[in-house]
């Protein structure tokens, strides 16, 4: 199966001083799947994204894109691949010394692949893609909402057409309204470019829109897998505690008591 | 056996931080000298260092070079050597307090803005965002800094802060003290050396670039929210100041120890 997917990892672990954050983790997605990675806070999600994405580096194990291994890669050829990713971050991320639309456009850009006229346009047309109208592009960040916010990060993810997408708790802080509309922003985004998603979240209601395959970290272990559609008879009692957001049962909150 | 443990430690974590703010500026060089450049950063920096702090740093030298006329004036009035007033200041200031002043006053609005804006986007997750876009963060944000304030620092306020600061001393001198005009710019002229400017622009080369260097390595590794932004900014205003008054010593020593 890792010969054909289009993220793999095999074995990867990474350690805080004594605290092992991943703990001999393996995932595959497959190229166009949108795999979402659940757990709780603290279980290792972000650290996961943050290792496939060369900002932490893994203890040991094997992160391949499309084959290639990116652990201990030249910083040029990390470079020409992070060309195909995407990211939205959970707080949006947005540069706020740029205007929006050269937020979104930035990626363009900083490749060299458009001059600013024609990255403007693209800006704008990716805006609208996300349902925010012209005159946004020439707004600063600060000036938005928290959903507006999220909304030019998802252009700014989708901006140079990416082959994959990350998608980083897409709908933590927002109104379940909102969190809808960015559920389904993101469903039609990804299938518009055609791409493979790969979302970390704790939301169940992201999880049923976004996911073809869920998979669900706990204490740096990956401790389920499998198709979204078999997520509520999983037979898993860690899922089936996670998916009903219940106290009682084998996931522990870390909660001192006086 | 204690007292010799805790100095061990100290001696240590001294000689951990001067290497990574080392290795710091060493990566820093290397990404000025490869491409991609960018002179739009490079421009935007230029202007905020150099063009934002003229007013602060003229008015503080204006004031500084009449009141270095007025004690030069009533101490040489001991000894009848009022005549040595005009060779005074202009030494005074070119050599010693242009370059010094105008560089702990550029550590506190420049240093100071460097930490908490990289700190900042540090903590929001902003320079993780730049990786993901194919952006060299060294190269986009730390490199224009650096430069810019290395060129800015000596070739403008340097040069201003020398200007003023002998006007300062001048106008005082011509309007209040009863110096003729004429005669204190003869001697001002006379008595400043090619040496002594060159001292002043190197050593405003010299603090431009550990006032840059501080706050960009402080706020780049930044950790934490918001105290962690404050803790940056505080330690690359402190660390810059010191810098700035070891090397004066160390430049100051090498143009003029006989």
């Known amino acids: 199966m890792s010969d054909t997917a289009k993220i793999s990892l095999k074995a990867l672990r990474k350690t805080f001083g004594p605290k092992v954050v991943l703990d001999s983790i393996d995932l595959d997605v497959l190229a166009g799947e949108s795999m979402v990675i659940i757990g709780?806070?603290?279980?290792?999600?972000?650290?996961?994204?943050?290792?496939?994405?060369?900002?932490?580096?893994?203890?040991?194990?094997?992160?391949?894109?499309?084959?290639t291994e990116m652990i201990g890669i030249s910083g040029a050829k990390r470079k020409e691949i992070l060309t195909k990713f995407g990211m939205l971050f959970q707080g949006g991320a947005l540069f706020d010394s740029l205007p929006v639309w050269e937020n979104v456009a930035f990626g363009l850009l900083a490749q060299?692949?458009?001059?600013?006229?024609?990255?403007?346009?693209?800006?704008?047309?990716?805006?609208?893609?996300?349902?925010?109208?012209?005159?946004?592009?020439?707004?600063?960040?600060?000036?938005?909402?928290?959903?507006?916010?999220?909304?030019?990060?998802?252009?700014?993810?989708?901006?140079?057409?990416?082959?994959?997408?990350?998608?980083?708790?897409?709908?933590?802080?927002?109104?379940?309204?909102?969190a809808d509309?960015?559920?389904?922003?993101?469903?039609?985004?990804?299938?518009?470019?055609?791409?493979?998603?790969?979302?970390?979240?704790?939301?169940?209601?992201?999880?049923r829109k976004i996911a073809d395959h869920v998979s669900m970290i706990y204490h740096g272990k990956m401790i389920w897998a499998g198709k979204k559609e078999d997520i509520d008879h999983s037979g898993n009692e860690y899922i089936e505690q996670f998916i009903n957001g219940k106290a009682e049962g084998p996931i522990k909150m870390e909660i001192l008591k006086s | 056996m204690n007292f010799l443990a805790v100095i061990g430690r100290i001696v240590f974590s001294f000689l951990d931080a001067a290497g990574r703010i080392g290795i710091f500026a060493v990566t820093a060089f290397?990404?000025?000298?490869?491409?991609?450049?960018?002179?739009?950063?490079?421009?935007?920096?230029?202007?905020?260092?150099?063009?934002?702090?003229?007013?602060?740093?003229?008015?503080?030298t204006l004031f500084t070079g009449a009141a270095l006329a007025v004690n030069i004036s009533e101490g040489s009035s001991r000894f009848n050597a009022e005549s040595t007033l005009p060779i005074i200041v202009v030494i005074g200031i070119v050599r010693e307090l242009g370059p010094t002043l105008c560089g702990l006053i550029v550590a506190g609005r420049v240093s100071a803005a460097m930490a908490a804006e990289l700190g900042t986007m540090r903590v929001t997750e902003q320079i993780d965002a730049l990786t993901t876009l194919s952006t060299d963060p060294f190269k986009y944000l730390i490199a224009p800094r650096i430069l810019a304030t290395i060129i800015m620092v000596p070739l403008m306020l340097v040069v201003v802060a020398d200007t003023i600061g002998v006007m300062g001393g001048y106008l005082l001198a011509t309007s209040k003290l009863g110096y003729n005009s004429g005669n204190y710019m003869k001697a001002t002229m006379d008595f400043l050396e090619v040496i002594d400017v060159a001292a002043s622009?190197?050593?405003?080369?010299?603090?431009?670039?550990?006032?840059?260097?501080?706050?960009?390595?402080?706020?780049?590794?930044?950790?934490?929210?918001?105290?962690?932004?404050g803790i940056a900014t505080t330690n690359a205003v402190v660390s810059a100041c010191i810098m700035i008054l070891l090397s004066n010593y160390v430049v100051t020593e090498m143009f003029f120890s006989s």
């Open chain 1, 40 to 67: 709780g806070s603290g279980s290792g999600k972000s650290v996961t994204l943050k290792c496939i994405l060369g900002l932490l580096i893994p203890d040991s194990g094997s992160i391949k894109i499309d084959g």
């Open chain 1, 112 to 178: 060299r692949l458009y001059d600013r006229k024609d990255a403007q346009e693209i800006a704008i047309e990716k805006l609208r893609r996300v349902g925010l109208t012209p005159d946004v592009a020439f707004l600063n960040p600060a000036e938005l909402s928290g959903g507006m916010q999220k909304r030019v990060g998802l252009a700014r993810a989708i901006a140079a057409d990416p082959d994959i997408i990350f998608f980083d708790e897409p709908t933590t802080g927002l109104d379940p309204i909102m």
């Open chain 1, 181 to 207: 509309v960015i559920n389904e922003l993101i469903v039609e985004c990804v299938k518009d470019v055609g791409a493979t998603a790969l979302t970390i979240t704790h939301d169940m209601a992201s999880v």
């Open chain 2, 30 to 60: 290397s990404h000025m000298l490869t491409p991609p450049y960018y002179p739009r950063e490079l421009f935007k920096q230029m202007m905020n260092i150099g063009y934002y702090s003229l007013p602060v740093v003229g008015l503080t």
């Open chain 2, 201 to 229: 622009l190197t050593k405003g080369a010299v603090f431009g670039f550990f006032i840059a260097l501080m706050g960009c390595y402080h706020g780049f590794n930044t950790r934490g929210g918001a105290q962690g932004v």
